[in-house]
T-cell receptor, first 112, second 110 residues
Framework: GDSVTQMEGPVTLSEEAFLTINCTYTATGYPSLFWYVQYPGEGLQLLLKATKADDKGSNKGFEATYRKETTSFHLEKGSVQVSDSAVYFCAMPMNRDDKIIFGKGTRLHILP | KAGVTQTPRYLIKTRGQQVTLSCSPI?????VSWYQQTPGQGLQFLFEYFSETQRNKGNFPGRFSGRQFSNSRSEMNVSTLELGDSALYLC?????????FGPGTRLLVL
């Protein structure tokens, strides 16, 4: 069945390091793909999305490219900041009725 | 536009009690989904309502129920609370496939 798999955390990096959080999916067809972020004590916020193959979503310095060939949507940032410390969720809609499948989340710690 | 609001933000209950949580979606959004988030299980889907009808349901016991009103506001109810129900309960509204989350209600069961 449809599923989203993302890398286990926690991920700990130093400020200004390069970040990659892996996400792969299994789906029938080509669904939209999302990254959500949850800062401490808050709900989830949409970080970026891509709606079709080869699309690149970007926001706040984060990028992710929809790779149909590898069924992946890895999140990247060239230079992380302490304020990027949060939990990141990869997600996709399961079908046309708006049910969303979320990955288990990856906790990111950025050290100053 | 105002975002998704959830009330109350924090709640403390004892085992055996029941609780009702409220969610007001973004104006114009007809779909409301509920999630339970715990450190051990992560983010788990509870149910989704669209135009006052439950359209999807997760794998939770019947103690968890919900409803949606004609103005799209939604409530979820948990009866006979257990210690394991302590969690952050998140509500999300959507117009299409992008979900917008509220800040959550943090429930502590003692």
């Amino acid at each position: 069945g449809d599923s989203v798999t993302q890398m286990e955390g926690p991920v700990t990096l130093s400020e200004e390091a390069f970040l990659t959080i892996n996400c792969t999916y299994t789906a029938t067809g080509y669904p939209s793909l999302f990254w959500y972020v949850q800062y401490p004590g808050e709900g989830l916020q949409l970080l970026l999305k891509a709606t079709k193959a080869d699309d690149k979503g970007s926001n706040k310095g984060f990028e992710a490219t929809y790779r149909k060939e590898t069924t992946s949507f890895h999140l990247e940032k060239g230079s992380v900041q302490v304020s990027d410390s949060a939990v990141y969720f990869c997600a996709m809609p399961m079908n046309r009725d708006d049910k969303i499948i979320f990955g288990k989340g990856t906790r990111l710690h950025i050290l100053p | 536009k105002a975002g998704v609001t959830q009330t109350p933000r924090y709640l403390i209950k004892t085992r055996g009690q029941q609780v009702t949580l409220s969610c007001s979606p973004i104006s114009g959004h007809r779909s409301v989904s509920w999630y339970q988030q715990t450190p051990g299980q992560g983010l788990q889907f509870l149910f989704e309502y669209f135009s006052e009808t439950q359209r999807n349901k997760g794998n939770f016991p019947g103690r968890f129920s919900g409803r949606q009103f004609s103005n799209s506001r939604s409530e979820m109810n948990v009866s006979t609370l257990e210690l394991g129900d302590s969690a952050l309960y998140l509500c999300a509204s959507s117009l299409s496939e992008t979900q917008y989350f509220g800040p959550g209600t943090r429930l502590l069961v003692l």
